[in-house]
């Protein structure tokens, strides 16, 4: 399957899974497939080329690493889609600070600030 019928898949999955926990009860109906489907993405990816380049830094392609390191420089792996990052969320004083900015009970302000943090670690990771 495809990088990309991966990620479709995955997207629908979620889709439903979020309807299907809308409608019926909390439950994660489709956990264990969406976590499949996101392992296999996250794998990591081979280079498909490898670049070099000469004295007068001008490029040079190679379709293998052995090619690549005939030349003086440290070969550069190169890849279709770049690696992902590691999640990053925000700090205990991101959130206290944001907090004294808003309007909202403190209460409201970590359940809105938990929500949010949850869906983006689903959408980016």
Do not use: C
């Not at 001008?58 to 070969?75: E, V």
């Amino acid at each position: 399957m495809s990088r990309e019928a991966m990620q479709m898949a995955l997207e629908a999955l979620e889709d439903a899974n979020d309807v299907a926990r809308m409608e019926f009860s909390d439950e994660d109906y489709y956990s264990e497939a969406i976590n499949a489907l996101r392992q296999a993405l996250e794998e990591k990816q081979e280079p498909v080329a490898w670049m070099t380049h000469t004295d007068d830094l001008q490029p040079l392609f190679h379709k293998t690493r052995a090619s690549a390191l005939n030349w003086q420089t440290q070969p550069t792996p190169l890849y279709t889609a770049p690696p992902k990052r590691e999640w990053v969320g925000l700090t205990d004083e991101e959130i206290a600070q944001g907090l004294k900015e808003s309007w909202v009970t403190e209460q409201a302000w970590q359940s809105a600030v938990w929500w949010a943090e949850e869906k983006l670690k689903e959408k980016n990771t």
